[in-house]
């Protein structure tokens, strides 16, 4: 084992992110402490990185800011029946972040997102792999694709994002809704066409995945304190304090790993980093999982459903809502009515989850060094991919943390952007 320099290192957070450079960090012999308010072990651990729809989706370079998402925000936003909703009450908080977002909506921004989103998604897979020679994934991840359908009424950018997928060189299959229902029979025909990735995987389980990850953290020699942490203290370039509401702890180093919440973290540290949440649901009806095979995205609906062991999992939909808004009973709804619509059989469905996107107007997340001190490090904005994300980057921030040298060009991750 390397003799690295750093002492000690304290992470923020225990979502996907947080455990996979923990398990990193304890790999490279170095002392680290994870801390999260709920312990990742219970039942009551319930973050993005649990209620999520389990894709490993590396081929997924592009995101919310094409061109014509313009044309279709108003029409989205005032009807109930749509993939985007907005809480009226949040609407003036939401306006920084709105209007950069907008700025972004462009061509040339969403080729910028696209190519630095496939420099780490193009590695996801593969850092998974190496966690999973560690842990028994047999009931725990599935191997069979994953299909997006659409209806021909609604093609928006479809062609322009075929095109950057196939100049990127990511492998995706057309298919006529004959295709589609021939792989997936129970599944109503209410949708012209679609795509399958077939080397795409996805997670029977994530809770189940992050608990054996955070299992292999501890086994290792990691350390994990349950604690709220509510302010970060910069001593000098080489100390920080953690501070929950009754204890301190002293780090040489400081992972924020936070999700959507870490701007409460990054504020402290006067940086404007215009992160907000997408906020997502998901229900399962209980032992129906076996009507298909692998995830299903019907994306003119903006949700999809994936088979988990506790149950058929209905996730998706974008809400505009902030963190401390109660869930919406109209946005289960939207799903709960979305799911019955591709699988009629459907009946009662169970687990109402509301969880919180990390996101940053332009799609790309923030991996790299604060820029006040370098010893604070940002790793959070994975958007709708940080499941796909949590092992590379736990792979880049410890490496970060080690200050080894990489080929990879994090420059387009640094939270410089926005200043
Ligand atoms: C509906 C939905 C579907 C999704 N589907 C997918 C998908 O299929 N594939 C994909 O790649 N991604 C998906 N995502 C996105 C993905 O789940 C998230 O990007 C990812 O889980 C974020 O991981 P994280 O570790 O950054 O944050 P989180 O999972 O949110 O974890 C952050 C942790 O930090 C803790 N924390 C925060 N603040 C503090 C504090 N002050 N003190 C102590 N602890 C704190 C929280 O308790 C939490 O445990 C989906 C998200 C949603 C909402």
């Known amino acids: 084992m390397e003799n690295y320099k750093c002492k000690s290192v304290g992470i923020i957070g225990a979502g996907i992110q947080g455990v996979c450079i923990g398990l990193q960090l304890v790999k490279k012999g170095i002392p680290v402490t994870i801390f999260d308010r709920n312990d990742p072990l219970s039942f009551d651990f319930k973050p993005s990185s649990y209620g999520n729809a389990g894709h490993f989706s590396p081929y997924a370079v592009l995101q919310f800011n094409r061109p014509d998402i313009l044309y ?28 950069r977002y907008l700025k972004n909506c462009n061509k040339k921004s969403m080729l910028n997102t696209a190519k630095n989103m496939h420099q780490i998604l193009n590695l996801s897979n593969d850092a998974y792999e190496e966690i999973f020679k560690e842990i028994d994934t047999s009931k725990l991840v599935e191997k069979k694709g994953i299909i997006y359908v659409w209806t021909n009424k609604n093609l928006k ?7 950057i997928r196939n100049d990127l060189g990511i492998e995706q ?48 020699g990691g350390n994990y304190i349950q604690e709220n942490i509510i302010r970060l203290k910069q001593i000098n370039n080489n100390q920080t304090i953690i501070k929950s509401e009754d204890q301190e702890y002293s780090f040489e180093k400081t992972v924020i790993a936070s999700g959507a919440f870490s701007k409460n973290l990054t504020d402290q540290l006067e940086e404007n980093i215009p992160l907000d949440t ?17 995830p299903v995205i019907f994306l003119d609906r903006g949700f999809g459903m994936t088979p988990m062991n506790q149950g058929l999992r209905a996730v998706g939909t974008v809400e505009l809502g902030g963190l401390k808004n109660p869930p919406s009973k ?11 619509e591709l699988l009629p ?16 107007p332009d799609f790309l997340p923030v991996i790299g060094p604060s820029l006040k001190n370098k010893n604070i ?32 060009d994090l420059s387009p991750y640094s939270s410089k952007r926005f200043n």
Not at 191 to 196: L, P
Request: proline share 4%.
């Open 72 to 99: 279709d925000v108003p029409k989205m936003l005032f009807s109930s029946y749509g993939p985007l909703a907005l809480k009226w009450n949040y609407v003036a908080k939401m306006i920084p972040w709105f209007l």
């Open 157 to 163: 950018s479809r062609k322009l994002e075929i095109k």
């Open 173 to 220: 299959k057309l298919l006529t809704q004959k295709e589609i229902l021939d792989l997936e029979p129970n599944l109503s025909p209410v949708f012209d066409a679609g795509v399958i990735y077939e080397k795409a995987m996805h997670a029977k389980d994530p809770h189940g995945i992050l608990k054996a990850i955070f299992r292999l953290f501890l086994n290792k």
């Open 278 to 294: 997408e906020r997502g649901y998901h229900v399962h009806f209980k032992d129906m999982e076996s009507l298909i095979s692998r």
């Open 330 to 340: 109209k946005r289960l709804d939207y799903l709960i009515r979305c799911a019955k």
């Open 345 to 360: 059989q459907l009946k009662n469905h169970e687990d109402e989850w509301l969880g919180f996107r990390p996101t940053l």
């Open 377 to 408: 490090i940002y790793a959070f904005g994975h958007h709708h991919l940080g499941w796909t994300l949590g092992a590379i980057t736990g792979k880049i921030i410890s490496g970060i943390v080690a200050e080894e040298k990489t080929n990879l």
